[in-house]
């Protein structure tokens, strides 16, 4: 009775907190407390659909080492303009987003090494 009573415990010590026990903590989660909350929302907006919660792709490429193979130039122009399915979100595109809104996203991106 005890051990159940532990186990118990435990598991809603775990729900409250919301930290491990089979829940995973994404780029996200991680980037929206390391001061990337802006480019976050962005991506949550209007990106994760396509590059996944993680940045693990889905219809688009995956995007956790974008930093490495694009510049910050290139990723400010793929947003600008899209490429294939993704549209492109520049003011003289689809004008979805500004371009202060692009810079945001793409340093962010820039970082993941
Ligand atoms: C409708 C799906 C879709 C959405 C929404 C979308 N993308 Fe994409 N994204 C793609 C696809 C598909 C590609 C590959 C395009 C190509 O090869 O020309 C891509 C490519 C990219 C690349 C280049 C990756 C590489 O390795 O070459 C970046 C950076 C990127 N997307 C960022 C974003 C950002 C930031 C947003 C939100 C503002 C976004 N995407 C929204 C589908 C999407």
Redesign the pocket.
């Known amino acids: 009775m005890r051990r159940v009573a532990l186990c118990l415990f435990f598991f809603s010590v775990c729900l409250v907190f919301n930290t491990g026990c089979g829940t995973r903590q994404t780029i996200l989660d991680t980037d929206s407390h390391n001061g990337f909350s802006d480019a976050v929302q962005?991506?949550q907006t209007?990106?994760?659909?396509?590059?996944g919660d993680n940045l693990q792709g889905?219809?688009?490429?995956?995007?956790q080492h974008?930093g490495s193979?694009?510049t910050l130039d290139?990723?400010e122009h793929?947003?600008n303009v899209?490429?294939?399915?993704?549209?492109g979100?520049g003011p003289t595109n689809q004008a979805?987003?500004t371009t202060q809104q692009?810079h945001t996203?793409?340093v962010w991106?820039s970082s993941k090494k």
């Open positions: 962005l991506f209007n990106c994760e659909s396509c590059h889905g219809i688009g490429p995956s995007l974008v193979s694009l290139q990723i793929q947003i899209g490429g294939g399915p993704m549209p979100y979805i987003l692009i996203l793409a991106l």
